[in-house]
């Protein structure tokens, strides 16, 4: 919405501490424009702790996150309008599907007519537009993950966080929210999404960040990463034979 841009995205020596264990090991990496990365790792590997941080939700316990473009005050509220995240479970305000999605566009400035309008297509793109006057909860949980990335997508982000988007759902509300995240990428916002179904991941990566045991241990295009893992833990885990 507003010029420039804030990718990539640095991490410098980020660690995430809590409780006296250290749950991310100190990472170095930029997150870049284009392709699609895939944290991919075990349960508790520390694939959602990696993606709060990367989206501001916790703060590092050393090292830093920086956006490009981020001024020595953190860049404010203009760098959290340029990114969104979409969590598991869809956190819905108690009003209709498309006022949810108005009230986002509401917090981003625009105004009445406009919001109207763009929720409205939003809820088109997303195959929700019968259900527009629905109370957001009521809606089933494939259909709230639908209004999630609608009202996520609406706001135009650079960058979209999706943590686990299609746990719990079923196999066609699967397909549905992954056409849904591949169109939000073909209209070009940056994805980085987690997740710990090998499945999903070959269906849907072009880059493959694995995690094991806190420590992001390779990061490579994922045709190379699923035929040629270079750790023990990679191979393990595309073999399905991990033992965590
Ligand atoms: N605030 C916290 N305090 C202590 N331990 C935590 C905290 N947050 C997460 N953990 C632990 O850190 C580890 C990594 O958690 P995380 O949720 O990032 O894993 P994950 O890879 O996303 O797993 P899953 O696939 O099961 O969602 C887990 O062992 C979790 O119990």
Known sequence: MSAGT?????????AFE??????IEPVTLDITRGPRSLL??????GKSLFLRLCHGLIRPSRGRVHWKGEGANGGGRSLLHRQAMVFQRPVMLRRSAIANVE???????LDRDARRDRAREMLARTGLAALARMPARA?????QQRLALARAWAIEPEILFL????ANLDPAAVKMV???I??????????VMTTHDLVQARRLADEIIFLHRGRVVERREAASFFSRPETEAARAFVEGRLDW
């Open 40 to 45: 991919l790792g075990p349960n508790g590997s």
């Open 139 to 143: 809606l089933s949980g494939g259909e």
């Open 18 to 23: 809590a409780s006296g264990r250290t749950l």
């Open 178 to 180: 992954e056409e849904i």
């Open 103 to 109: 009230y986002a566009l509401k917090l981003r400035g």
């Open 6 to 14: 804030i990718l990539p995205l640095r991490l410098e020596a980020v």
């Open 163 to 166: 943590d686990e988007p299609t």
């Open 182 to 191: 591949g169109a939000i990428h073909a209209a070009g916002t940056k994805i």
